[in-house]
C-alpha cells in the first residue's frame, strides 16, 4: 500500500531567461514585453519537469513517504524522460502511456523574479476512467491538483473512490477550475480533509467574499481544513476552530514557479506525518521557500531531515487564534 497517491499534471518544463527585454511601466506594474516578427536572445535556458502531479509526488517521496504518481504520458520522449525521472525519486508510475504528446511548458522568467507560462496540456487531460486501475488505488491517502477536459471527470471518479473507501485525500485546484465555481466543484470540495489554493482562487469559489476570514469560514463549512495563500502576505489556515497565519519571511526569490505546489505538498504532508497543523504550516512554509531559491519546480524539494530540522528552529512564525 501507497502512503500517498498524487493525481494531476506532467509536463517537461523549459526556463527561459532573455537578454535586455523589454520593459513597459504602467499603472506603476512593470510588464515584460516581447516584440512580434523579430528575433530575440535567450540569455539563459533550463529543463525540469514539472505539473501538479509529478511535482507534488516527487516533494512526498523525498519526505520519506510510499508514493505514487497517477497520469497519463505520451509515448514520446518527453513522456519517457518524466517516466524515468519519477523512477529515479522513488515515485510508482500507476497511469497510462499512449501515443500522443506529453504535457510541454515555456516558462518566461519576468522581472521580479515573476514569471510567464505557455503550457500545452498534451494526453495528461485525455485520461479516462478506464485508463485508472481502481485495485491499485490502496492508499492511505490521495493528492488531487488540477485537471481538466477528460481527466477532470475522471478525477472526480477518484474523489467518489476516496469517500467511498475512506481515503483521506487533500486538493489544490487551479484558477481555472476555481472559476468553473464551487457548485461545480462541490463533489470535490465537500469532505475533502485538505483543501489548498491561493486566495485568487477562493474567491472564486467563496463568491463575493473577498476577505481572508470569511473566504476561510465559507470554505471550511465544507473542507475539513482549508489552507489559503496569499503571495507576499503569507498564508493562512482554519481547522473550524482556530485561524493560524503564517507569517513569510524575506527571502531572496531566484523564480517562483513549483512553489504553490511545494508548499500545498507540505503542508499535507506534516498532517499525515501527525504533526501540529501549525508544524505542517510550516512545512510548507520551508518547502516553498526552498524552491523559489533555484530554478525549477522540483530542484531543491528537501528531505525528511532537512525538513524537520528546519522546523525545529522556529524561524517560520505561525500566529494561531480563535475565529
Known sequence: MHDIITVGGATQDVFIRTKNPEIIHKNHIHEVCYPVGTKILVDKIYFDTGGGGTNSAVAFSRLGLRTAYLGKLGTDIIGRDISESLKKEKVDFIGKREKGTTGYSVILIGIEKDRTIL?????????????????????????????IGKSFETAEKIVNFAKKNKIKYAFNPSTYLAKKGAKRLKNFINGCDILVLNKEEASYLAGKNKKIDGLLKNLQAHAKIVVITDGKNGAYAYNGIEKYAVVPRKIKAVETTGAGDAFASGVTAGVMLGKSLEDSLRMGQFEAESVIQYIGAKNKLLSRRELEKLVKTGHVKVIKKRL
Open 119 to 147: 503550457t500545452y496540456k498534451g494526453v495528461v487531460d485525455d485520461l479516462r476512467e478506464e485508463d485508472v486501475d481502481f485495485r491499485k488505488l490502496k492508499a492511505k491517502w490521495l493528492y488531487i491538483s488540477s485537471m
